[in-house]
């Protein structure tokens, strides 16, 4: 997709700490964009995986479209977890081509 294609209304959000500022700082980036009118499409690998862990993990997930949202399948499986973390579905537990996707689709990108 070329940059003239992608949506300049859309933030990617590329997430691999686990630490709690990092929680923190995310859950203010997608609160502030939306307020903004804005949408974002997020995406957990490595460590970050282990933030489905924190308390108000269920609130943040309700917080953005099923199809904005993943977990990369093979992390969380990496790091002991299995199943698939309460409140999302199997559709969100997804490959790094989503991450790719995001690289492609959004016009802004910030890793965390």
């Not at 002991?80 to 991450?99: C, V």
Request: with cysteine.
């Amino acid at each position: 997709m070329s940059e003239e294609e992608k949506d300049m209304n859309k933030l990617g959000i590329f997430v691999t700490n686990p630490h709690q500022d990092t929680w923190r700082h995310l859950k203010g980036i997608v609160k502030a964009v939306q307020k903004a009118g804005k949408t974002v499409r997020v995406f957990f690998t490595f460590k970050s995986v282990y933030l489905v862990q924190q308390s108000d993990f269920l609130e943040f997930v309700k917080m953005i479209p099923e199809e904005d949202f993943a977990i990369c399948h093979d992390s969380y499986t990496c790091e002991g977890f299995d199943g698939i973390p309460t409140g999302l579905t199997e559709k969100q537990m997804r490959s790094q081509a989503y991450h790719g996707d995001i690289v492609d689709v959004c016009g802004k990108y910030i890793s965390l």
